[in-house]
T-cell receptor
Framework: DQQVKQNSPSLSVQEGRISILNCDYTNSMFDYFLWYKKYPAEGPTFLISISSIKDKNEDGRFTVFLNKSAKHLSLHIVPSQPGDSAVYFCAARDAGGTSYGKLTFGQGTILTVHP | SAVISQKPSRDICQRGTSLTIQCQVDSQVTMMFWYRQQPGQSLTLIATANQGSEATYESGFVIDKFPISRPNLTFSTLTVSNMSPEDSSIYLC?????????FGQGTRLTVV
């Protein structure tokens, strides 16, 4: 049972345009959602997060939107840059009991930004 | 954010042997986590390591295969025991600084 899903394995965008990465989840106990960027030879780098009580969080070129009723979140990158090309993981943090602090990851979306 | 150092960054090991991965954090943290990323897959939690207590393992992972130590609030080790080619993965340690989680650079393990 996959509790966090990223249904798009890849996304290709032109430099300067908007990149929108999507993520769906099923577990109502998640209290925070996080986005990570990962290059092949490195660990995931934290990008931005959002609390389950918010619907939007913005940090520079990155904005995350949360739609709790639809159990859906999205990461918007604008304007997209070639250096943004990487794998993006959506992760959800568990608030409950013995699972406190555990992250459940989506499968990842490969973003390619073309010059 | 915490700075996390993992050693080794990569290794090639013979099947049947064991490898111990070290994770050092530059500040004291209560919770440390070990994740695995198999080729082409997402990250999966192996276990949670709290100082002074036994690690808590996720379904599908057992202590005999992945023993973990957490001797203090800045250090942890994960051992991959009796390795087989199926253990070839990236192993990552992470620390919890609520509400964020930060990761080390990972250990790329290849078992031949």
């Amino acid at each position: 049972d996959q509790q966090v899903k990223q249904n798009s394995p890849s996304l290709s965008v032109q430099e300067g345009r908007i990149s929108i990465l999507n993520c769906d989840y099923t577990n109502s106990m998640f209290d925070y959602f996080l986005w990570y960027k990962k290059y092949p030879a490195e660990g995931p780098t934290f990008l931005i997060s959002i609390s389950s009580i918010k619907d939007k969080n913005e940090d520079g070129r990155f904005t995350v939107f949360l739609n709790k009723s639809a159990k859906h979140l999205s990461l918007h990158i604008v304007p997209s840059q070639p250096g943004d090309s990487a794998v993006y993981f959506c992760a959800a943090r568990d608030a409950g009991g013995t699972s406190y602090g555990k992250l459940t990851f989506g499968q990842g979306t490969i973003l390619t930004v073309h010059p | 954010s915490a700075v996390i150092s993992q050693k080794p960054s990569r290794d090639i090991c013979q099947r049947g042997t064991s490898l111990t991965i070290q994770c050092q954090v530059d500040s004291q943290v209560t919770m440390m986590f070990w994740y695995r990323q198999q080729p082409g897959q997402s990250l999966t939690l192996i276990a949670t390591a709290n100082q002074g207590s036994e690690a808590t393992y996720e379904s599908g992972f057992v202590i005999d295969k992945f023993p973990i130590s957490r001797p203090n609030l800045t250090f942890s080790t994960l051992t991959v025991s009796n390795m087989s080619p199926e253990d070839s993965s990236i192993y990552l340690c992470s620390v919890d600084q609520y509400p964020r989680t930060f990761f080390g650079q990972g250990t790329r393990l290849t078992v031949v």
